[in-house]
């Protein structure tokens, strides 16, 4: 059985201050490509038990999108640990925090999901 791979880039423009200023992304087994304004990948070191972070974010991003990108990962990672795990308790507590937090920074209002 052959394994299918791809390979997933980041091209990162970055101005005179090392700052990002355009982020660009690819994956060799999608036609799809784009720019995007925020990337955050983590990798899991499993000799080192140990989660190892790249955050990046132009110098364009605006803090209302930033938030809102906030938002949609934490949305995001409580379906990805129950999907993993089968925790759906501690999943709904995760996806309630986010709840919580987008009303908080005034992306939700009270009652709306």
């Known amino acids: 059985m052959s394994e299918k791979s791809t390979t997933i880039k980041f091209n990162v423009s970055l101005d005179d201050n090392q700052v990002p200023d355009k982020i660009n992304w690819e994956a060799s087994d999608n036609s799809e490509t784009g ?65 919580h937090m987008g009303q908080s920074m005034g992306i939700l209002r009270k009652g709306e999901d």
Do not use: P, V
């Open 35 to 99: 720019d995007c304004d925020a990337a955050f990948l983590t990798i899991w070191d499993q000799k080192e038990k140990n989660t190892l972070r790249i955050d990046l974010w132009t110098k364009d991003m605006m803090i209302d999108d930033m938030q809102i990108f906030f938002h949609q990962m934490m949305l995001s990672m409580s379906d990805t640990y129950k999907r993993a795990t089968g925790d759906e308790k501690l999943s709904k507590e995760m996806k309630e925090f986010a709840f």
